[in-house]
């Protein structure tokens, strides 16, 4: 049962435009979501995250949107930059369970 | 660099064979993660220690066992190896071990099973 979906495998985005990701998510305990981003041959490194408490957080050119009634998350990315292409992978947790990943969406910038 | 190391980086072996994956964490972290990560598949959570204990158990099969070490590095060992279990194997730390706390990911080591 995969708790925390991420639907689209791949996106690509010309640079300097937006680049958005989706997550949804199916278990409403979740009360706490993660982005990491995933270079190939590098484990994956934090990027953003966001409390359920709250609907939005940025850190410059990232910002995370929370929709907890759609149980949908998404990761702005403004603008675009070639170094942004990598694995990106949502994750939610609740409590001190563990952390539930997503299956990745790989995001390709077009110069 | 996340300041977390594992070895090796690469392993290739046959069917039935034992392996052993290592991990060190970031200094001063007392709690490490292992995942595996399948071809199409997002990180599925193992096994989680803290400072030598084991804290949280996933979804790891029975021939798998891990352990963490007094000098807080940890091994993950596979046994009767399938072909199934190639895939990439991260180990990550954390400071606490708790929820909230930030995971920091090793390189992985890319197990392939012949």
């Known amino acids: 049962d995969q708790q925390v979906k991420q639907n689209s495998p791949s996106l690509s985005v010309q640079e300097g435009r937006i680049s958005i990701l989706n997550c949804d998510y199916t278990n409403s305990m979740f009360d706490y979501f993660l982005w990491y981003k995933k270079y190939p041959a590098e484990g994956p490194t934090f990027l953003i995250s966001?409390?359920?408490?709250?609907d939005k957080n940025e850190d410059g050119r990232f910002t995370v949107f929370l929709n907890k009634s759609a149980k949908h998350l998404s990761l702005h990315i403004v603008p675009s930059q070639p170094g942004d292409s990598a694995v990106y992978f949502c994750a939610a947790y609740f409590g001190n369970e563990k952390l539930t990943f997503g299956t990745g969406t790989r995001l390709t910038i077009i110069p | 660099d996340s300041g977390v190391t594992q070895t090796p980086k690469h392993l290739i072996t046959a069917t039935g064979q034992r392996v052993t994956l290592r991990c060190s964490p970031r200094s001063g972290d007392l709690s490490v993660y292992w995942y595996q990560q399948s071809l199409d598949q997002g990180l599925q959570f193992l096994i989680q220690y803290y400072n030598g204990e084991e804290r949280a158990k996933g979804n790891i099969l029975e021939r798998f066992s891990a352990q963490q070490f007094p000098d807080l590095h940890s091994e993950l060992n596979l046994s009767s190896l399938e072909l199934g279990d190639s895939a990439l194997y991260f180990c990550?730390?954390?400071?606490?071990?708790?929820?909230?706390?930030?995971?920091?990911f090793g390189p992985g080591t890319r197990l392939t099973v012949l």
């Open positions: 990550a730390s954390s400071t606490t071990g708790t929820g909230s706390d930030t995971q920091y």
């Open positions: 966001i409390s359920s408490i709250k």
